[in-house]
């Protein structure tokens, strides 16, 4: 007989696809989860600005400060309970270094709620 038996090796697949069919998860699952009912409460939280012009002037909520001043600064809003939150914006044409000069004050003063904004203007430099 010069023909291959092919009936094992569709056995095998049909067991397979069986396999692969049972271990699908199925769409019909749901997870119940409990959601208040009624208008819930704003919550906000306080937020200061850090803003860095193209020339390397840093900005607190729209006031220019040094770096000592900016240190203090930083030093007495991460000792308020809550902390606030940061939002760092610097302009597209600043320097990297002073850039990383901030963060690396921001990092020494212990800030854990940095976020950055206007991330959108970087977009187009690339």
């Given amino acids: 007989m010069a023909e ?3 009936t094992p090796l569709i056995d095998v697949m049909l067991v397979l696809l069986i396999m692969f ?4 998860p199925s769409q019909t699952d749901a997870v119940k989860v409990d959601v208040p009912s009624g208008p819930m409460p704003i919550v906000r939280s306080l937020r200061n600005e850090l803003a860095l012009t193209a020339g390397g002037q840093a900005l607190w909520n729209a006031q220019p400060v040094d770096d000592r001043t900016l240190r203090a600064t930083l030093d007495k809003s991460v000792a308020m309970d809550p902390a606030p939150e940061l939002h760092f ?3 597209a044409a ?3 270094g002073r850039v990383d000069q ?3 004050m921001t990092a020494q ?3 854990t709620k940095l976020g950055f904004v206007g991330n959108q203007q970087y977009g ?3």
């Avoid at 069919?21 to 699908?24: F, K, R, W």
């Fill in 4 to 6: 291959l038996n092919t």
């Fill in 21 to 24: 069919i049972i271990t699908i």
């Fill in 89 to 91: 914006r610097p302009d």
């Fill in 94 to 96: 600043t320097r990297y």
């Fill in 102 to 104: 901030i963060l690396a």
């Fill in 109 to 111: 003063a212990n800030v």
């Fill in 124 to 126: 187009e430099s690339f």
